[in-house]
């Protein structure tokens, strides 16, 4: 597999890719977003920046073993009593019905799995959220849907997103704030 | 204790090679703490013995049997090393997933080694327990099985067994027949029928330290060395 990323990767890249508030886009080949999904995964962890930053794959990334509900939880110190507020909470925020969690793993779809992942990145409150090559999976309107609610996410909430793909069009929508083409 | 609670349903939903584990090693706990209590009980008749006869044949055949024993308590704890890196191995191939997930959830490699260790503790404790409660309840039973094993045992290592009398000397149970050549009559006295409890408890004891240092001491050193490799833990 190639890693154009990590080829090409100098102190500076962090801060060129992750700025507060802006959502970056890496259009590169197909063949070469997961290995840099994945190098970035291990760079963050070499810089001690494991806890700050979150990911969100292409695939399913809950544990088997823990509800959804569970799912959502891990890693946060958010207290019992506070729970159910702060999730129904989140749920308005990205659009989604609470009785998602009621499903099994396999019942959510690709659409719900996404929102899923960013409420528990909202919830353990990571700075940065790099995105693997997720829109493939998606329709045309869950696309338009989703690009807007990472802006507000990015915006609002004040992270930093970084997104993988090799579909230009996600790179050249407006929602974009800095287009990275290593293809 | 968040982690406990995960490591539990972990093991709970990998329950075959949970299972694996725990029974491995509440088999093997009972092996080596059986050959613990056969050393105690060796020694203990050893004791009794060389306080009345002074044999010499005994007394090698003692330490041959003893030093027997040590080597296959040794032979044991090997292959238990071997099994339970086996198991591990085993175990983190089926939780590979799970471990990529905790790292894509942004969980340091530290916090991934604990959590397997936890994974691999959490079976053996309960092997551990079976094992211990199997000791306590059938305390009588399992020191007849170590008296019937005695003999059996000794044989099967090649001990030769030694009569502890001439052949001359006749010795009979009632004293008031005259008996031997000095016309005295001896009662001979050996407690070879318990086992204390607190000798099985040691060697309980020092097994259960024995077999969670081995399986934690394993499952750091795999589970670190695929994190390390993350490359070929998470790609292929």
């Not at chain 2, 088999?27 to 050959?35: A, I, K, Q």
């Amino acid at each position: 597999m190639n890693f154009p990323l990590a080829k090409n990767w100098t102190e500076e890249s962090f801060k060129e890719l992750f700025q507060q508030q802006h959502m970056t886009v890496v259009l590169e080949d197909q063949s070469s977003i997961q290995a840099d999904f994945y190098f970035l995964i291990d760079k963050t962890f070499e810089m001690k920046q494991s806890m700050a930053v979150g990911f969100i794959s292409s695939e399913n990334t809950f544990l088997p073993y823990l509800s959804i509900r569970d799912n959502l939880f891990v890693g946060s110190s958010i207290k019992e009593k506070d729970k159910k507020k702060r999730l129904d909470d989140l749920f308005i925020y990205v659009g989604l019905a609470t009785n998602v969690l009621n499903k099994s793993e396999e019942e959510l779809t690709s659409f719900e799995q996404i929102k899923l992942h960013l409420v528990q990145l909202m919830l353990i409150e990571k700075d940065v959220i790099i995105i693997d090559d997720i829109f493939q999976k998606l329709s045309i309107g869950q696309r338009q849907e989703l690009l807007p609610l990472l802006q507000k996410i990015a915006k609002e909430k004040q992270k930093a997103i970084l997104v993988l793909t090799n579909d230009i069009q996600i790179a050249e929508s407006p929602y974009m704030d800095k287009v990275i083409k290593i293809a | 204790m968040k982690n406990i609670r995960y490591a539990f349903a972990s093991v709970s939903y990998h329950k075959r090679i949970s299972f694996c584990i725990g029974v491995c090693s509440a088999f093997f706990l009972f092996l080596l703490t059986s050959l613990l209590n056969l050393k105690d009980l060796e020694t203990s008749l050893y004791d009794q013995v060389s306080d009345l006869i002074n044999n010499s044949e005994y007394h090698s055949n003692y330490q041959k049997i003893m030093q027997l024993y040590s080597t296959l308590y040794l032979v044991f704890i090997l292959l238990w090393a071997m099994l339970i890196t086996l198991l591990v191995f085993i175990s983190l191939n089926i939780k590979k997933q799970d471990m990529m997930k905790w790292r894509i959830m942004g969980f340091s490699n530290r916090f991934i080694v604990k959590q397997s260790i936890l994974e691999s503790i959490i079976p053996i404790t309960v092997g551990i327990i079976t094992t211990g409660v199997v000791l306590i309840v059938c305390q009588h039973t399992y020191e007849f099985i170590l008296l019937q094993v005695r003999p059996l045992l000794a044989k099967g290592l090649g001990i030769k067994r030694v009569a502890f009398f001439s052949s001359n000397v006749l010795i009979e149970s009632t004293p008031n027949q005259v008996m031997n050549s000095t016309g005295e009559t001896h009662f001979l006295s050996l407690r070879i029928s318990s086992l204390p409890i607190a000798s099985i408890f040691k060697a309980f004891s020092k097994n259960c330290l024995l077999l969670l240092s081995i399986t934690t001491g394993v499952t750091f050193a795999s589970t670190y060395f695929l994190s390390r490799n993350s490359k070929k833990v998470f790609r292929t």
